[in-house]
């Protein structure tokens, strides 16, 4: 059995590991490198080994540098499964063509200079047709579901309270009579953050790969910094000019509405409240379609925002909230004279609408910028983060005169604190923690700590290396094994208590809805979904007896 690291292993993106278990090959992620041009150039590069003979992808999460190259794959070869929770493959249908329609832009610029240079024309890393097409290799999973891959392999996807949908990845192996455990942290979310659920406890593995990305920093509380954000608008409008937030699309953009969301309903009272007349602008059509799968997968959500919800209230928008879709819209928010803020993609001004708004701001003194993510190296808001006075932008020198900011309580990654935290969960310990997805600082910072605190042994692997993982033919106790039983039963009770609740809150608001009048379009949705619940509900019911009959009989 043999892992073999391909990305995000000595840097933060384009995460890819190989997994080979006999004669079967599983990727974990296939992800965009993205930074400095050294970087990107490895999104060309053939795939050091065959897609062909990959048997299947489990893909953690739908950010791009863990899924970015996946129509790559398949362009190479690939014709497996691609196993991730239903929240990813929605996001995945909105990100993946973004992205090739990325490619198609960034190559037509290129190729613009490259004829008036006398160079060949390059091709796009994929098109936007080859993304689409890469959408039906998924087989989207729920959360808590153990899947038998085969009879020596399954696989379970457990919440990273990262972004909507993310995971962890259990990974249970049987081979030549040992069994194996690997666990895949993903990017490891943070807890108490906004919207979705915390990370899931994980109390056993044979072997970690865990995310570092902030292993040697920690991070302010959210709630603190959501409140800079306020006085920094406030300041920003008395001086005349534009705040501009670069983000994420998926998940920052949507945590920065829930904040923002407190203080416009009033939630939060604050004694200035000049800043209920600034507009806010989500600029960016990736992050309004986000915004969209947000609504359409609840079940993603912690209590605080169900609890929300069934008050009436909507986290996700607010007065004053506006959503600019086309290129006219944007055009028009940089020509406006009225101060705003400007939330746009992407989190790195890499690429995307954000670029147009920083040229237009970053040389005005009365405008802010305010970072509230991850910059990696050689990314423009890495340099515009760290103090550059001038920087280049569609190949026109810009002066930094705006005033930056940065709030890194909004990271969507754990920090040293809640890294450690996570680690304490395990009852049964690693044998080996695999450090990835961070910076040299991080890594190293990480891996001492955890060999002091726990006596694990770190590996710090660097792209191209692989290692040899072995198994155990460990016997469990009788009593390990009837905890894990009690363990599992107590799961299904809870699970079937949160479904009673759901049900019966639902079945309060059909009885309510089919008392008033609804426009066509309304009720013919509304009805669908009941007679796809309906539908469930019947499976679930069959399956019941199923197993009650069968219970029946080996009792005889």
């Excluded at 080994?49 to 863990?66: F, G, N, Q, T, V």
């Excluded at 700590?449 to 155990?472: S, Y």
């Amino acid at each position: 059995m043999k892992i073999h690291f391909w990305g995000a292993a000595q840097v933060v993106t384009g995460s890819n590991f190989l997994l080979e278990i006999g004669d079967k090959k599983i990727l974990f992620d296939c992800g965009m490198f993205q930074g400095s041009r050294q970087l990107n150039r490895l999104n060309f590069k053939p795939f050091p080994y065959k897609p062909e003979e990959i048997d299947l992808l489990i893909l953690s999460h739908a950010h791009i540098d863990h899924s970015g190259r996946i129509p790559s794959l398949i362009k190479a070869g690939f014709k497996g499964k691609i196993y991730s929770t239903k929240a990813t493959y929605d996001l995945c249908s909105i990100m993946l063509p973004d992205s090739g329609h990325i490619q198609e832009m960034e190559t037509e610029w290129d190729n613009r200079k490259r004829i008036r240079a006398g160079k060949s024309l390059r091709k796009p890393l994929y098109t936007v047709e080859e993304a689409n097409d890469s959408l039906k290799y998924f087989s989207p999973v729920l959360y808590n579901q153990k899947i038998a891959l085969d009879d020596n392999l399954s696989i379970r996807f457990q919440d990273a309270g990262h972004i909507l949908g993310s995971s962890i990845v259990e990974f249970w192996i049987q081979e030549e009579g040992k069994n194996l455990k690997i666990v895949f942290s993903g990017d490891l979310g943070r807890k108490n953050k906004p919207i979705i659920r915390d990370p899931s406890i994980i109390e056993e593995a044979d072997y970690l790969i865990l995310d570092s990305t902030y292993g040697h920093k920690f991070h302010p509380s959210l709630d603190n910094e959501a409140a800079k954000l306020i006085p920094i608008m406030i300041e920003t409008q008395k001086r005349g000019g534009n705040v501009v937030i670069p983000s994420f699309a998926i998940q920052r953009a949507q945590d920065i509405i829930y904040e923002l969301n407190k203080y416009y309903d009033q939630i939060i009272a604050v004694k200035d409240k000049s800043y209920l007349d600034i507009p806010v602008y989500v600029d960016s059509p990736l992050a309004i379609s986000a915004t969209e799968i947000f609504r359409r997968n609840p079940d993603c959500f912690d209590q605080d925002t169900l609890a929300l919800i069934k008050e009436g209230y909507n986290p996700l928008d607010f007065r004053n909230l506006h959503f600019s879709r086309t290129t006219k819209e944007s055009i028009e928010l940089n020509t406006s004279p009225e101060s705003k803020v400007i939330i746009s993609a992407n989190g790195m001004c890499t690429a995307g609408r954000i670029k147009h708004h920083l040229k237009h701001n970053l040389w005005r003194k009365e405008s802010s910028i305010v970072f509230v993510g991850y910059q990696a190296e050689g990314t423009l808001g890495r340099r515009i983060k760290e103090g550059a006075k001038e920087v280049k932008i569609f190949g026109e020198d810009i002066r930094v005169n705006a005033q930056i900011h940065a709030l890194e309580g909004f990271s969507a990654h754990a920090d040293q604190a809640e890294i450690m935290q996570w680690l304490r969960n395990f009852k049964k310990r690693p044998k080996k923690v695999f450090l990835v997805h961070g910076e040299q600082e991080a890594l190293a910072t990480l891996s001492d700590l955890i060999q002091h605190e726990f006596n694990m042994a770190t590996i710090v692997p660097q792209i191209g290396d692989h290692f040899l993982l072995k198994g155990t033919d460990e016997i469990i106790s009788i009593e390990e094994a009837e905890e894990k039983i009690q363990k599992e039963q107590q799961l299904f009770e809870e699970e079937a208590e949160q479904l009673r609740e759901l049900m019966t809150f639902v079945l309060e608001q059909i009885e309510q809805k089919s008392k008033e009048e609804l426009p066509i379009e309304e009720v013919v949705k509304l009805r669908n979904k009941i007679m796809e619940l309906r539908k469930e509900g019947l499976e679930l019911s069959l399956l019941l007896k199923t197993n009650k009959s069968k219970n029946n009989r080996d009792k005889k």
